[in-house]
């Protein structure tokens, strides 16, 4: 078997083989670039090192002295010769680039004698011994499992003595000082003289960077960037080059283009006359490459066309490490550049643009759940921040405000035109005025898709959740965390994206579209055949949808509007009638403000179809809190002052609240279930959209309602409603004199409805999938019981590979999906179907979708772009 490749002999396709440094070293060899020569021992010799007990078998080594002898042959000088000696660089390389994980070692081939004979030969002594001091260092560390301090204060002590401060200070005599010294410590520290003997110290280095492979350091980063552990990395020896020779060389490192911001100018730094970790060590600043252009002309403008070519070759930016001796340039690794979101979109862009990429490729380019980073407004990276505690990054953009742990206060300041910063220990549908009023939310208990979570994500407002360090007091009004207490009022600003909230105000910037991405998108619309609309509640939220590109709304969610601090006595009239007359009359009262909902949601949605869907919740939702009125009953009744009909009032709400509560609210009186008992809150939320139709209708706005009926688990249900709906229409329609073309359809989130999609779909116009509660009641979770209290141990076990809430879990949730689709077309051939769970914003799931044949996905308007781009992923 072949282990060992001369770079002349290898490829950039043989990544698997050769890692990505040792492929692009092979690649640019043959393309003539100046590269030092050199061989790769391959990753298949570092996997059956491995399987043989960490053995480096004889006919490995074999292959690597005959290409040892090859190098030797082609560059004229012979490892350990004491007159001309080869000095190597072993270094690492896996197939995915793990920046500084695993190591390398510089200058190896010099030993006591070998040393002089390179001062000799190059004439300059200084430069060998400064070679030589390196060698022993990296060695010792990489090898001889020597600690870096160890050797830390030698340099330092010399340069005291001499009264010096830098590097470049240092003579000779002084460098073979250090290396006396660091002899020392080696033989001190190992037991042994520090080897002397080159071959020996080849193979040493080469078993050295196969056991990096499984260093902490690059087991957790492989874990972090989820790269498998069983690639192993490939060993590079190569010829060294000297950037440490004098005035007219030097190393450095530079990408083609702006990593940070995309932009199309060359970005990096170099210093003089140092040797390759000296740049990122930051002993010494290096100086932005761009002064390069005077230092050294002829190199500079050789280097700006080989980067050049390296981009247009490999067409991505490139992050390309080099070298200089004596005046020559030599390149020493290019691989693709790590980059933000931001800089990611605008090359994308400038690629097609420039004729380097199709727009398939270009749109390939962006990872869609990168671009969360883009959306929201994010804290300024160069303003100073002073962290408290971490919690659950939960909804990403950054906020500052008043810290205020009541809704109705919230609510209040804000209208008063405050900045506001929601802390609650959790929220419930009840404090939805006071998320809306906030700039963010914090809470201490909860998941990522808890409720504050999902609300704030669907509004585009940074939340985080689950923070427990936090310690929350509701009777003082503050939090104490680390012996910090914040009282209401305090300012504190929270960072959603990465779970950071700190103590005062911290400078926001916000998000811009630029015009980059804007065409971006308007590419993956070309491309994608898969509809994206999205989940809004309000006449805002579908205006900012429809800015992102949203092609209607998939689901509007009535309860919200239900919980209008001026509608939250009128709804709780209307659960607390005891009759179906008094109900009635409480009905009338809500349906000039629904409609009122409807017509501003139509007319941001004019000529797209807006879903939306019948009340969900469970009542009890809309009451006071059981033990708030136990507390407050009591209070009443040991305060001999009360007055006596408040008392009664309360008492009958008690016995009401009582009698709605229920002992797992998932599963209990929701959805189509309310709507079947109380038929005329279903009637008043149909006269309501028919109303606000036919009223924008005579204005001439085209308005496309699609009444979704949520729930339904039996076909019974569904054909009760779908009466109701229609007969309501009808009456509508008759007293206003106007006829709307109108869908009605059902969610399909319990998993009966998927096995008996075929029934269903004789009574509905569409489909769609209520993912997150199809999630909870196929696996049988509760929500947020599971991501509180075991869910994440799940993850973390590898019980489960992903939270199902986060991404869909397509072997069971989505086998149900796909039955109830295909189901469902057996009955009615072009069923249109839809997804409006969290799912329908992320990514993966979103390529389930277009694989499961849906005709739409739906999400939160912030996440409309993410999705655009991950259907135009799905269909490429
Ligand atoms: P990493 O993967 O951590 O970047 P490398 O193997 O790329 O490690 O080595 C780090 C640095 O060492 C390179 O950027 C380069 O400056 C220097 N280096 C490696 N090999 C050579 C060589 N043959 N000649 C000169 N410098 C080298
Ligand atoms: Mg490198
Ligand atoms: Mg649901």
């Given amino acids: ?355 380097i990429l199709t727009k398939e490729e270009a749109l390939l380019r962006v990872d869609p759940s990168q671009l969360d980073q883009i959306l929201h407004r994010r804290i300024d990276p160069n303003a100073k921040q002073d962290v408290i505690a971490k919690g659950l990054p939960a909804s990403p953009g950054a906020a500052s405000g008043k810290a205020i742990f009541d809704a109705d206060l919230a609510d209040k300041l804000a209208n008063e035109g405050q900045k506001v910063m929601l802390v609650r220990p959790e929220t419930t549908p009840d404090d939805i005025h006071g998320i809306l009023a906030a700039q963010g939310i914090l809470t201490s208990r909860g998941g990522m898709t808890s409720h504050a979570a999902v609300v704030a994500r669907g509004m585009g407002k940074p939340a985080i959740c689950g923070c427990e360090e936090i310690k929350i007091d509701l009777k003082s009004n503050s939090f104490t965390v680390n012996g910090i207490t914040v009282k209401e009022g305090d300012i504190i600003s929270i960072d959603g994206g990465t779970g950071r909230v700190m103590l005062g105000e911290v400078k926001l910037i916000d998000p811009v579209l630029s015009d980059e991405f804007v065409k971006l998108l308007g590419w993956a619309d070309e491309i994608r055949d898969l509809g994206v609309r999205t989940n809004a509640d309000n006449p805002e939220d579908s205006k900012k949808a429809r800015e992102f590109g949203a092609e209607g709304i998939g689901l509007c969610r009535t309860e919200h509007m239900f919980m209008a601090s001026d509608r939250v006595p009128i709804v709780q009239s209307m659960i607390l009638a005891e009759n179906e007359e008094e109900r009635l009359v409480a009905l009338e009262k809500l349906l000039p403000m629904q409609q009122e909902d409807f017509e501003g949601i139509f007319r941001e949605m004019a000529g797209l179809p807006v879903t939306i869907r019948l009340l969900d919740p469970p009542l009890h939702e809309f009451l006071p809190h059981l033990e708030d009125l136990v507390v407050e009953i009591t209070k009443l009744q040991m305060n001999p002052n009360a007055d006596a009909r408040v008392l009664h009032e309360k008492e009958i709400l008690l016995r009401k609240v009582r009698g709605l509560t229920e002992f797992n609210p998932m599963l209990g009186h929701r959805g189509c279930r309310l709507g079947v008992v109380y038929p005329e809150i279903y009637e008043m939320q149909a006269r309501a959209i028919f109303q606000a139709a036919c009223k924008l209708a005579a204005e001439g706005i085209v308005v496309i309602p699609e009444v979704m009926i949520p729930l339904v688990g039996h076909v019974n249900e569904l054909s009760l409603m779908r009466k109701l709906v229609e007969d309501t229409a009808k009456q509508v329609f008759e007293e206003l004199g106007q006829e709307i073309e109108y869908k009605v359809g059902t969610m399909i989130e319990v998993p009966r409805a998927a096995i008996t999609a075929d029934e269903i779909a004789t009574e509905a116009d569409f489909f769609s999938f209520g993912t997150n509660d199809l999630t909870q009641t196929t696996f049988g979770f509760s929500r947020d019981d599971a991501e509180g209290k075991f869910l994440h141990y799940y993850v973390d076990n590898k019980v489960l590979p992903e939270n199902p809430f986060a991404v869909l879990d397509e072997q069971g949730v989505g086998k149900l999906v796909d039955l109830a689709v295909k189901l469902g077309r057996g009955t009615k051939p072009g069923l249109k179907t839809g997804i409006c769970g969290e799912h329908g914003g992320e990514k993966q799931s979103i390529e389930f979708c277009y694989r499961t044949g849906l005709d739409y996905v739906s999400c939160s308007p912030f996440r409309v772009p993410i999705a655009r781009l991950a259907a135009a992923h799905a269909t490429i």
């Fill in 1 to 355: 078997k072949k282990y060992v490749y001369l770079f002349q002999e290898g490829n950039a396709d043989l990544k698997n083989l050769l890692g990505g440094k040792g492929a692009n070293l092979a690649e640019m060899t043959n393309a003539g670039l100046p590269v030092p020569p050199g061989f790769t021992i391959s990753t298949e010799a570092c996997n059956e090192y491995y399987n043989a007990g960490k053995v480096f078998t004889d006919e490995m080594n074999r292959q690597a002295m005959d290409a040892l002898a090859a190098l030797e042959q082609q560059v004229g000088k012979k490892l350990g010769d004491i007159d001309n000696p080869l000095l190597v660089s072993v270094r690492s390389g896996s197939v995915f680039s793990m920046p500084g994980m695993m190591d390398t070692v510089l200058n190896l081939g010099l030993n006591d004698q070998t040393v002089n004979g390179l001062a000799k030969k190059t004439n300059n002594p200084r430069f060998a011994y400064d070679s030589y001091r390196r060698f022993i260092q990296m060695f010792s560390g990489v090898v001889l499992n020597v600690d870096h301090y160890h050797f830390e204060h030698v340099i330092d002590h010399v340069k005291e003595q001499k009264g010096i401060t830098e590097d470049t200070q240092m003579t000779a005599e002084d460098w073979q000082t250090v290396i006396a010294e660091y002899k020392v410590i080696v033989k001190k520290q190992t037991g042994e003289d520090f080897p002397q003997e080159p071959m020996d110290q080849l193979k040493k280095a080469t078993i050295a960077v196969f056991d990096s492979w499984n260093n902490q350091r690059a087991i957790i980063y492989r874990r972090v960037h989820k790269i498998p552990d069983h690639l192993g990395t490939a060993v590079n020896i190569q010829s060294m080059v000297f950037g440490n020779m004098g005035d007219d060389c030097g190393t450095g490192v530079a990408f083609t283009r702006n990593p940070s911001t995309g932009e199309k100018l060359l970005y990096g730094e170099y210093l003089i006359n140092a040797q390759g970790e000296d740049v990122v060590a930051g002993t010494r600043t290096p100086q932005p490459i761009v002064t390069l252009q005077q230092v050294m002309p002829e190199v500079f403008d050789q280097f700006v066309a080989i980067c050049n070519r390296l981009e247009s070759h490999y067409r991505d930016i490139q992050d390309i490490e080099f070298t200089i001796e004596g005046g020559k340039l030599y390149i020493l690794q290019t691989r693709n550049g790590k980059r933000t979101a931001h800089a990611a979109v605008k090359i994308a862009y400038d690629f097609v643009i420039e004729g």
